[in-house]
């Protein structure tokens, strides 16, 4: 089934990026850097089967000069720590075909990011011949200056607003969708977080083409490793979904205990009731309880460990189990609902 993917990153001088590297290499042609001297010679890669520049309709025509383009950029930004280009990456369905998938990709780069005032250097790469199969994808790089007659202008800091992402990302999901459904295809994406849409599971991290690279040869990293973690952590939230009675019972409320157990003398007749009904039902409870624990205290852990390297915001399966480990009150009384009722 088709998945859903937009990141945007920025080339930053700062790093050691050049734009002119970048454009080079999504492209599959070779670029003299004039700021440098340095030549990019990326022409015998393999696997761009489209690269075209998308240009507002007034654009002069060296603007449609890959390397022409890109060197003017490097010439007009002159700090060291100048923010060169814009760079997005989008994953693009492979239920489609060729022609199918470039026409997804322009619509989407003329009413996103043309249609503003941007200029679009857009590269289609098909999957490496020795990893997924269907990992068809979009470079696009975008130029941050506005064009103003033969030159470049002013920057537009408008485009780095966190909100103009958001709708890039929602109108992203809308054109893939269209696209799937104009080719008969059942399947559709969301550019919504997995909590928003109700999906008990942890988003995944992206490797790249490095730590894929090394994954294909048998050499271990960490980020490969953390991806491990997050693929555990989902299969134990799937089959907690799966089999609910004979895992995990679902929590129907969290009482006052916490407050009743360490201060029982200002809730006398609560803590009396409490007290009563953990008695009556100690036995009956126990299993449940302890398996509970266990599992959670699993996934918790997983899910320190990842939260530590990157934000992740669990789903609600995973929140209510790093809850219970991270906020667990000793003699604490959880009231549960099993299968049975």
Known sequence: M???????????????RTVTAAAAYRAGQAILDQRTGLMFDYSRRHGVFDAEILAPAAAPPWIFDRAQLWNRVEATERRKDAQLARDIELALPHELNPAARRDLVHRFV??????????ADVALHAPD?????????????????????????PKVRAWN????????????????????????????????????????????????????????????TERADYAGEI???????????????????????????AAVVQAPEKFPALYVADQDKAAS?????????????KVAGEVAKRLKMLIAIRPIIPSRSAKGALT????????AF????????
């Open 2 to 16: 088709a998945i859903y993917r937009l990141s945007a990153d920025i080339v930053r001088r700062s790093e050691g």
């Open 110 to 119: 003329r009413a996103a990011f043309v249609d503003a005032g941007m200029v």
């Open 129 to 153: 011949a020795a990893g997924d199969g269907r990992n068809f994808h979009a470079h696009i790089l975008l130029t941050m200056r506005l064009i103003e007659g033969e030159s470049f202008g």
């Open 161 to 220: 607003d966190q909100a103009l992402l958001e709708q890039w990302r929602a109108l992203w999901a809308d054109h893939v969708n269209q696209a799937l459904e104009l080719a008969g295809e059942n399947g559709r994406v969301d550019h919504r977080s997995l909590e928003a849409q109700g999906i008990d599971r942890v988003a995944q991290i992206h490797l790249g083409l490095a730590v894929t690279e090394m994954r294909r040869r048998g050499i271990a």
């Open 231 to 257: 693929d555990d952590v989902n299969d134990e939230l799937d089959s907690l979904a799966a089999e609910p009675s004979a895992s995990m019972p679902a929590i129907t409320s969290i009482t006052h205990a």
């Open 281 to 293: 039902r100690t036995t009956a409870r126990a299993a449940p309880v302890g398996l509970f624990r």
């Open 324 to 331: 219970h480990c991270l906020r667990n009150v000793p003699g």
């Open 334 to 341: 959880l009231k549960f609902q099993t299968a049975a009722g």
